[in-house]
């Protein structure tokens, strides 16, 4: 087949020639639908992406979350390792993104074959490195159209900043995200976990389901360049916008935006009080305090003045009860508070256990509870086990591409 379809032959450096593609009776398109789906799990019959193909050129963390979904809802992902020439992934980040994938480690060659034999490809390493291992997103759309092309970097493929390495601390700070976050008074903060390259993982996988259904439609892919930066800018919410339209520069506001609108230690941990002006009386009758509502306190803007006042208050209605007695008071006066949940009460959490959030992943350290799918109304394939690195080259190799006549022992 010439020009942009699958079965295109490609050298590989190992001397065989390899066919992008695999021609079958029920598949039209030239792919075997019998080995479309990875073989971890049963598929669930209405996985949306049930049939596509996913090749990720394993590296970080925003490539690998973005791969997960896709995963997930049902896409056949085979992750390409040690082509990466940045940080890769701890072991827990390992058990957590990796599960469900199956794990090829292939020359320049096959690697190329696999692309073209792909629905999405998907990758986070510096710009230029996809070109330096024979598979330049161009070159590959040039050759199937219907491609699409997720490159996942700092700062993009273009632009001053383009060839800066990056950490998840330094995306969060060059984004605004971390000038936002902490008290004034003192030196910005980094949230936990690596919340900037999730984000970009985020963007990631919505950027990919968009192009591939685009693709689906008019057979067009495209080449998406996203920029971490980009992805953290993006979500700054009135931040940006009142900047620009020049009002002051927002300081940090810490735990509290203001003394009814915070986070507030406890008995046993910590509480978020959430109170708007039509909500103030119902606080403080909360806190057995109903004549604060009835003198200057009940006035927001006498409140934006005494902010340490009703803050004192307040420190002591929380430290005199637990988080289970403040959210039952909450409920009872009608008052917006929250409690600040470690991730081992989120394991044990019957909310999220009756959503079906956690899944089972099994690793050679014995089973590991991790996050499942994201949101229920969709179709999602449980992600079963971890693979060990490069155990799925040859089935994928069988799978996806076709080597010619006697090429393969």
């Not at 001397?15 to 479309?36: E, H, K, Q, T, Y």
């Amino acid at each position: 087949m010439a020009g942009g379809g699958r079965d295109a032959a490609i050298p590989g450096e190992s001397g065989r020639a390899v066919a992008a593609g695999r021609a079958g009776p029920d598949d039209p398109s030239g792919r075997s639908a019998l080995s479309a789906a990875a073989p971890d799990a049963d598929l669930d019959d209405d996985a949306p992406l049930d049939g596509v193909r996913v090749l990720e050129v394993g590296g970080g963390i925003a490539a690998a979350f973005a791969a997960r979904q896709l995963a997930g809802f049902g896409a056949d992902v085979v992750r390409v390792e040690g082509r990466h020439d940045g940080p890769g992934l701890t072991r827990a980040e390992e058990i957590y993104l990796v599960a469900g994938k199956r794990r090829v480690v292939v020359d320049d060659g096959e690697l190329r074959a696999l692309a073209l034999a792909s629905d999405i490809v998907i990758e986070d390493a510096r710009p230029g490195r996809l070109a330096e291992l024979g598979a330049a997103p161009a070159d590959l759309r040039a050759l199937r159209p219907a491609l699409v092309v997720v490159s996942i970097t700092p700062f993009g493929q273009t632009g001053p900043s383009r060839h800066w390495k990056s950490t998840n601390a330094v995306s969060f700070a060059m984004g605004g995200i971390m000038s936002l976050t902490g008290d004034h008074r003192r030196e910005p903060l980094l949230t936990g976990g690596s919340q900037a390259e999730y984000l970009a993982g985020l963007h990631g996988f919505a950027a990919a389901v968009t192009a591939w259904f685009g693709a689906t439609v008019h057979g067009e892919g495209d080449w998406i360049d996203l920029s971490a930066q980009e992805a953290a800018a993006g979500m700054l919410e009135l931040y940006g916008p009142s900047t620009a339209y020049g009002e002051p520069v927002r300081l940090r506001m810490g735990n509290q935006t203001r003394a009814e609108w915070g986070i507030y230690p406890c008995l046993d941990g910590y509480i978020g009080l959430f109170a708007l002006q039509r909500q103030i009386r119902s606080l403080f009758d909360a806190m057995g305090q109903p004549e604060l509502g009835d003198g200057p306190m009940g006035d927001a803007v006498h409140r934006l003045s005494h902010v340490d006042e009703l803050a004192a208050h307040i420190y002591a209605f929380t430290l005199s009860h637990t988080r289970e007695e403040l959210m039952e008071l909450g409920r009872r006066h009608r008052v917006p508070m929250g409690v600040a949940l470690t991730p081992a009460e989120l394991l044990e959490s019957p909310d999220l256990a009756t959503r079906g959030l956690w899944e089972t992943v099994e690793a050679a350290e014995g089973p590991a509870t991790v996050p499942g799918r994201p949101f229920a109304g969709l179709g999602w394939r449980p992600l079963g086990r971890l693979h060990q690195t490069g155990a799925d080259t040859g089935a994928v190799l069988d799978d996806w591409v076709v080597a010619e006549p006697g090429s393969r022992a």
